[in-house]
């Protein structure tokens, strides 16, 4: 069974940074692009950023272009998002997700407030 | 980058009786590969989103096959042939044609 757990979200005052972790299984994870999307509170979806499957690409939103930096680990199946210099309007569920979408996980919590 | 836009945002829909959910993008989604990526997706309540098609009318897996997706180029459309209890939720297309990815602002699909 495919799985992806999403772990690292916090409560985290304005300018602050964190580290969010996806732990991926039940497929080979080093063969997929992996994504990071994100719903703000009572919102839509929000695409954040997208690697390749060797992590040698990568992609962002221009809302989190410069502060954001997405890798991964594929000896460790795990998925990252660097957040820095965090603000107000980060603040959402963050999801990570197979590129094609195929897969999604239960999302974390990243709350931005003083 | 490329809009979508998903009409109605918000559709009531009697048990058993079709369904339908349009989504526009602002240029064609046709990849340099000849793929067109749209996917839609299905949030249920307090849920993460669900993949329902991809490349604008493939069923994935385990999706039930009242669920069908058409169009091309611009235009496309999710259709329910009869919807269930359990199909109550949030619905979005997505473009995954070209960086950034876009979603549409999402459909809310209730019963009546």
């Known amino acids: 069974e495919v799985q992806l757990v999403e772990s690292g979200g916090d409560l985290v005052q304005p300018g602050g940074s964190l580290r969010l972790s996806c732990v991926a299984s039940?497929?080979?994870?080093?063969?997929?692009?992996m994504s990071w999307v994100r719903q703000a509170p009572g919102k839509g979806l929000e695409w954040v950023s997208t690697i390749s499957d060797s992590g040698g690409s990568t992609y962002y939103a221009d809302s989190v272009k410069g502060r954001f930096t997405i890798s991964r680990d594929n000896s460790k199946n795990t998925l990252y998002l660097q957040m820095n210099s965090l603000r107000a309007e980060d603040t959402a569920v963050y999801y990570c997700?197979?590129?094609?979408?195929?897969?999604w996980g239960q999302g974390t919590l990243v709350t931005v407030a003083s | 980058d490329i809009v979508m836009t998903q009409t109605p945002l918000s559709s009531p829909v009697t048990l058993g009786q079709p369904a339908s959910i349009s989504c526009r993008s602002s240029?064609?989604?046709?990849?340099?590969?000849?793929?067109?990526?749209l996917s839609w997706l299905q949030q249920r309540p307090g849920q993460p989103p669900r993949l329902l098609i991809y490349?604008?009318?493939n069923r994935f897996s385990g999706v039930p096959d009242r669920f069908s997706g058409s169009g091309a180029g611009t235009d496309f459309t999710l259709k329910i042939s009869r919807v269930e209890a359990e199909d109550v939720g949030v619905y979005y297309c997505m473009q995954a044609t070209q960086f950034p990815y876009t979603f549409g602002q999402g459909t809310k699909l209730e019963i009546k």
């Open positions: 997700a197979k590129r094609d979408g195929g897969a």
């Open positions: 490349k604008i009318s």
């Open positions: 240029q064609s989604l046709v990849h340099s590969d000849g793929n067109s990526y």
């Open positions: 039940g497929f080979t994870f080093s063969n997929y692009a």
